[in-house]
């Protein structure tokens, strides 16, 4: 197998510092000697460069320039990595890139179904937004169903909403605003909460999930991991942590199964903010990313199996 990285060290999508330092902290702790254990054709991309648009602002959306010029860059690089026949692993930055990723995934393979792991829905526009940050925002950026609950966003042309929400699963979601919740309910969205993942167990919700998204085992699958869906003992390091959540073990079995399906083409490990807490939170919440990362590229638990040509 071939896999392509792409570093995405970008922070405007919410308004704290340190979210940029991801893609380093995430390499620094060996990703891509990790995926080549896996007997991975692995290739480092590096980060993404890209222009900020300028453009005219609008109102309650921070930073927009900055946002459409990185994610607009970032889809091209993601259609580029699929065209050369490689599934693509994006570090982030925060979770506005995966407007990019997903847009670039779904404008090279078409048929996608996305499963957004996250404490969050980020489903606001910025009409709904008590923050104004992106990074709540991109899943209602994607999707057709929601394109008319939009102003014209300047500098955001290139991007068109090709994503229905029929194909998008939630899991792990804790803390949903109360506008994002109304959507949810009013388009009959897949959403697995904590509360589904107590009751049914993490393999049940996967198997659930995929069977509502993906029913004839057809698409491309994109994961976009969001690092505050592990609960803050876990993963500490990131912006808006909420208690309660998956366990590392429960993230793992996640991936794990996503890889067997051989239609997992591109990951999204976002939110990692190496600059929040002590040295060991930093080193706890890297760690657990690498995991969820290597689950999704193939490690497994029962062991790799002996490569070929090696038997005897
Ligand atoms: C909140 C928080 N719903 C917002 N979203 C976060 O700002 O729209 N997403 N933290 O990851
Ligand atoms: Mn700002
Ligand atoms: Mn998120
Ligand atoms: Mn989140």
Sequence with gaps: GKVGIIGVPFEK???????????????AAGLVRELELLGLDVKDYGDISYKAKNVDGINNMSHLGDVAGCTNCLS??????LKEDRRVLTIGGDHSVGIGTIDGHVKEKKNVGVLWIDAHADLNTNKTSE?????????????SEL?????????????????????????GLRSVDSY?????????????????????????????ALNRIDPNESKSLHVSFDIDSLDPL???????PVRGGLSIREAVHLMEMLYRTKRLNAVDLVEVNPHIGNQRDTQLTVEAAIHIIQA???????????????TD
């Design 234 to 240: 876990e993963a500490p390091c990131t912006g808006t």
């Design 296 to 310: 999704g590229f193939g490690y497994t638990r029962r062991g790799l199996k002996v490569p070929e040509g090696v």
């Design 13 to 27: 999508g919410q308004h704290k510092k340190g979210v940029a330092h991801g893609p380093k902290a995430i390499r």
């Design 147 to 171: 394109a008319d609950y939009w102003p014209h966003l300047p500098g955001m042309d290139w991007q068109q909403p090709m994503l229905s929400i029929r194909n998008v699963a939630y899991i």
């Design 180 to 208: 994002e919740r109304l959507v949810i309910e009013k388009f009959g969205i897949t959403a697995f909460g904590m509360e589904d993942v107590e009751r049914y167990g993490i393999h049940d919700v996967v198997y659930m």
């Design 76 to 81: 091209e690089q993601i259609q580029q990595i």
């Design 131 to 143: 923050s104004g940050n992106v990074h709540g925002m991109p899943v209602a950026l994607l999707t």
